[in-house]
Every structure is written in C-alpha cells, then in structure tokens.
C-alpha cells in the first residue's frame, strides 16, 4: 500500500481527503447512533427545570435527586437485583455446564442417535417458547414454584438447544491431538474431559457465557408469566412498572434505565471482543 | 490408533474394537443425559400437553380441565381480533426485519474495510444490542414523545411536521420497528462482516479489473458469496419478530402494565401479547388456557410454516459451494469422519 501511494503521488491528497470524509461521516454516524443511549443516562442527571433543555446534554447542575427518588419509588430495588443475579448466574452455570457436555459428546463421540439429536435440538430452535410454556406453567403452579427463580433456573440446568449447537460447533475446531496426549496417559473421557478439553474451551465458555447472562439480565417475557409477586420481580421488571405509573418522571425513569443497563454496559466494554466473537460464532455455527 | 491394534489375531481386535465402541456410546450416551431430559422434559412434553390443553377449557380456579373438543380453534377462527393480531404483526415483519437486514447489511459494507477506527465505530453500533429491550423501550418511548422527544424537536426545528408515532395507530407500529432495527443492526453487522471476510478479495479486484462496477460487484459477487449469512439472518430474525412482546410492552403499556400495552386502537397488539393477556384472562371477552394454547400452537405453526417456506427458496438461491466458511466446514467434517476409526 504505501509502496504505491510513494509512487503515485499525485493520488495522495485525494486519498487523504477521502479518508478524512469517511472518518467524519462515520464520527457523526455513530454519535448520532448512540445519542439515545447517552441522552438518557444525561437525563437522569438533569435537575427537572433542565430536564427539557437541548444544551443539558451534559448536565450543568449534575444531580443524583432522581436516583434517591427510585429507591422511593422502589424500596425493593436491592431485592430486584439480587432475584436478577440468582437467575443469570444459577442460569447461564446450568447451560454452560450441560450443553458443553452435550456438545462435547455430539462433537467427538460415536452413538447411536447422535445424528437424530442434532436434528432435533435444530428443530428446536424453531419451537416458540410460548407454545412450551402454558404446560410448563401449570406444573410449575403446582409444585408451588411461581412466584421463585425455579421456574426460569430449573429448565437451564438442562442445557439449551442453541448452546449445546454452539459448543458443538466449537469442540469440532479443536484438534483431536488433545484427546490422543491424554489417553496416552491413561485418562478416561471425564478426566480428559475436565482436566484438558475444558482448559482449551476457554473462549467458548466465556463468549457463550457472556451471552447467556445478558441475556438472562436482560428477559421480560418468562419472568413476568411466573414472577407475578412484587418482591420476585426481577429488574426489568420493576423498570416496566415505572412506565405506566411515573409517566411524567423521567429523571427517574431515566436512572432506572441506567442502573438496569449499567452492569450489561460496564461487561460489554470489558468483554467487548468476546461478546461480539461469540455473537460471530454463533453465526457460523449454521 | 491403528499400530496398537496390529499385533492382536483378528478376532481380538473385533472384540476390542466393537467393546470400545460400546463404551465410547455408553459415555455419550452420559454426556448428553442432561440435554436430552432437558428437550424431553422442557419442549418434547410441554408441546404435546399444549395441544392437548388447546382442546380444553380452563380458568385455572376449576380442579381440572374440561374437554371442550375443536371449540378453542374454532373460536380462533371466527376471532375478528385473530386476523387483527395477525396483520399487525405481519406489518412488524415487514417493516421491522427487512429494515434490519438493509441497514445491517449497508452497516457492515461502510465498516467492514480494514480501516483504522472501524471496530471502534462497529463496537459503538453493537452496544444497544446487549441492552435489555425494555430498557431500550422506555427511552425510545421518550424519544416518540410528541410534545418535546427529541425526534419531535429536531424534525418540527427543520420545518417538518412531525408524526404523531405511538400515539398515532397508523404509525404506532412503524415506530416500534424503528427502535428494534435500531437495536438490532449492531448483532446484524456483526454476522455480516463476519460473512464480508470471507469473501476473497482477488476476486473482487478481478471483477474490478474486467470493468465490473461497485453495484455489479455488489450484486453478482459479493451478494452471492455472503447469501448464506443473509439467509441465517432472514430466518432467526423471522422467528424472532413472530414472537415480539417486550418492545410492544415497554413502548405502549399503560398504568394497566401488560393489560393495557397493545394500543393506540390495538394496532400494535401482536399474537404473543394477546397470547399472554388470554392466559391471564386480561380484559379479554374470550379467554382462559385453552385458548392461550390454541393461539400458542398457531404461532407454533406459522413458525414452522414461514422457516419451511424460506429453506425451500433458500435451497435454489443460497450459493453455499465457494463460501470460504462452507468449504471449511466441509473440509473439517471429511477429518474427522477420518479419524473416527
């Protein structure tokens, strides 16, 4: 490249130029593709006589008044976090553990049916969660479930259709020398397992973990069949049922949208590269 | 594998071969347990039992079920409200996912060049996509405000008059589909560029060469190259907006909460919302279990209809054979059937 731009030197201001036009439109592109995300936080730091202002983008008295009026609004805010933090976590453990031993399985050993399963965690993808929760519902009000985590935890522990797909996927990129040094020293499929394939998957079990709690952070539709109770409510919705009832409070609305969303924010920017490798892999898995 | 088994008669090796083979099953078999209870327990059972509760009727307060026949689906089907939700999510379909996929697609041919700064410009674009859609809802929701949300103030500033977004049932739904292709082009541009890497760049500098345009290039190489990231995308994002519900939740729900969520004039209302306020007998005229699980199966349905319909045109219009990832998968899948004997 810089080979020929030497040689041909008349191209250069053009394509320095070029350059700075990508890079401004890109600049304003994004800025204005973010400005939702960063007025809001601005909002909940706005004195309400500002709160309407356009040159508040960057709040001029800062004020934290709207957050102490959440924890009014919602004394139990502590609460909703922890019962957020018990299903993303119990969750996303549950899924990693059995769906990389499902993929692992479908990955590198032969059985009979290994075939037909895959088939079928693929058609399960096709399944609306909707049309398995009314029977699922049912049960779980019987065993006097609603209104706890077991409902939403239970169900991971036994893995989840795309997660054992993506392992699987995964495994099979991984050189089968790794099984062959181990068996050499006389380590069965667990400990092989373990003590060796496990080690190896670290950025198969990060990305997909990553995935599986943000999401898990993130859902509304499951938790608000089961979790009906005030004091079960999970973040979002708590977040929700500010909506209709403080209309008119944005301040608070808008601190409530940054504490439910500062935590995904915060892992995002650490893991960045692996949310977003996951999200690829997770692509070229079909 | 093979050196080890050499020095044994021929008939040890089979006896050893097929009862290492009964092992190597019986651990799969062990390893797969808890996924395998998991599709039986959570989705092979709770699917059938869901057909079975869709011939019945239930308010949850009786002891039991009562077996009402075919009534559940044939109250479907003289529903006014069935087409009514049918349509509106349809209309979010259409305007919804193909929005995505353009403007996925347009995302990652602007930043999928190696430039400096582009993963900087894609990691900001991908950040609303690990946002809850709620969380995304609520702002939005202001964003719509009619009276001083900043879309009203900006376009009313350059003279336009603004649309009355959520408030107005004509536009309501545009509105939502505006805010989840929003959220969505980040995941979108992520596979895309992905899919965009690829494709081999001497092939693009030969069509260059022979004269070809940006737009024929675009059309007849790059397009054909990446169709199987396009037809991943089509068919998860279809899925997906069969079963919109948050979005509609966070941006039209009203003191009621869910109850009320589904307006201005039920012109957002999708199947999983009406779904759901039947299940819960929510200010519905027709309603119970019953009839949640015969709605739950028609979207089951649809579901499996629409995905069926788009791999049978998928099948003639996916160019899978010179994609590198294909041919990498292929090339995996011949080793390691090798090496499994």
């Known amino acids: 490249m810089t080979d020929v731009s030497l040689r041909r030197r008349t191209v250069k201001p053009t394509r320095a130029a070029a350059t700075l036009t990508y890079h401004g439109i890109l600049i304003v592109l994004t800025a204005l593709y973010i400005f939702p995300v960063v007025w809001a936080v601005s909002m909940s730091l706005r004195t309400n006589e500002n709160m309407f202002h356009a040159d508040q983008l960057i709040p001029h008295p800062i004020t934290f008044e709207h957050y ?3 924890f009014g609004i ?13 299903i993303a976590v119990l969750g996303t453990v549950g899924t990693l553990a059995s769906s990389s031993l499902a993929g ?42 609603l209104n706890t985590p077991l409902p939403i935890i239970i169900p991971l522990l036994f893995g989840s259709a795309f997660a054992s797909f993506f392992f699987r996927q995964y495994f099979l990129t991984l050189p089968r020398e790794l099984e062959a040094a181990a068996s050499i020293d006389g380590a069965g499929p667990w400990r092989t397992f373990v003590q060796v394939i496990v080690p190896n998957a670290g950025p198969a079990y990060l990305a997909l973990g ?63 590269r692996w949310i977003v490798r996951g999200i690829a892999m997770s692509g070229l898995a079909n | ?47 059938v039992a869901s057909l079975g509760y869709s011939f019945t009727h239930w308010d949850l307060i009786a002891p039991a079920p009562e077996f009402v026949g075919f009534d559940n689906w044939a109250a479907m089907l003289q529903d006014p409200r069935v087409p009514a939700v049918l349509l509106n999510t349809g209309k979010f379909i259409l305007l919804g996912t193909t929005s995505f996929l353009l403007f996925s697609l347009i995302a990652a041919l602007i930043t999928y060049t190696p430039r400096r700064f582009v993963g900087v410009y894609r990691a900001i674009i991908f950040l609303p996509y690990v946002l ?20 009203t103030v900006v376009l009313e500033a350059v003279g336009i008059r603004s649309p009355d977004w959520l408030l107005d049932p004509a536009t309501a739904m545009t509105s939502i589909a505006i805010m989840t292709t929003w959220q969505g082009i980040g995941y979108g541009l992520t596979l895309f560029v992905a899919g965009l ?12 060469i022979d004269g070809a345009n940006v737009v024929q290039r675009f059309f007849h190489i790059i397009l054909p190259l990446i169709s199987p990231t396009v037809f991943f995308l089509t068919v998860t994002s279809l ?43 929510l200010s519905e005229a027709k309603s119970g279990l019953g009839y949640a699980a015969a709605l739950a199966w028609m979207l089951a349905f649809l579901t499996f209809l629409i995905t069926a319909i788009q791999f049978a045109v998928g099948r003639r219009t996916i160019y899978y054979e010179a994609g590198q990832q294909s041919r990498g998968r292929s090339r995996r899948r011949a080793r390691t059937e090798n090496t499994h004997d």
């Open chain 1, 68 to 70: 102490e009026n959440l």
């Open chain 1, 74 to 86: 919602l004394p139990d805010f502590g609460r909703y976090v922890l019962n957020t933090l018990v």
């Open chain 1, 104 to 145: 692992y399985a479908m990955a590198r050993f032969r059985f009979a049916g290994r075939n037909v399963l895959l088939l079928l965690l693929l058609l399960t993808l096709m399944v609306p969660a909707q049309a398995t929760l009314i029977p699922q519902y049912v049960w779980f009000r019987d065993l006097g479930w």
């Open chain 1, 210 to 272: 990553l995935l599986t709690f943000v999401q898990l952070w993130n859902s509304f539709f499951v938790n608000s069949v089961y979790l009906t109770s005030q004091d079960s409510w999970v973040l979002t919705q708590a977040l929700q049922s500010l909506v209709g009832r403080y209309n008119s409070q944005y301040g608070e609305i808008m601190a409530g949208v940054t504490l439910v969303s500062l935590p995904v924010i915060v892992a995002y920017l650490i893991f960045q």
């Open chain 2, 1 to 47: 594998m093979s050196s080890r088994e050499t020095p044994h008669p021929r008939r040890g090796i089979l006896r050893r071969r097929s009862s290492l083979r009964t092992r190597e099953a019986r651990t799969g078999y062990l390893f797969v347990l808890p996924q395998v209870v998991g599709l039986v327990a959570f989705i092979g059972v709770p699917l």
């Open chain 2, 132 to 151: 809850s859609q709620i969380a995304v809802g609520v702002v939005w929701r202001w964003m719509f405000n009619t009276e001083s949300g900043p879309l």
């Open chain 2, 197 to 208: 890497s690829g494709v081999p760049e001497p092939l693009i500098e030969a069509a260059r």
């Open chain 2, 239 to 281: 899925i997906g907006a069969l079963q919109l519900f948050d979005p509609v939740v966070a941006m039209t729900s009203s003191s009621a909460g869910v109850a009320g969520a589904g307006g201005p004039d039920n012109s957002t209302r999708t199947i999983v919302l009406y779904m759901y306020n039947q299940l819960f007998n």
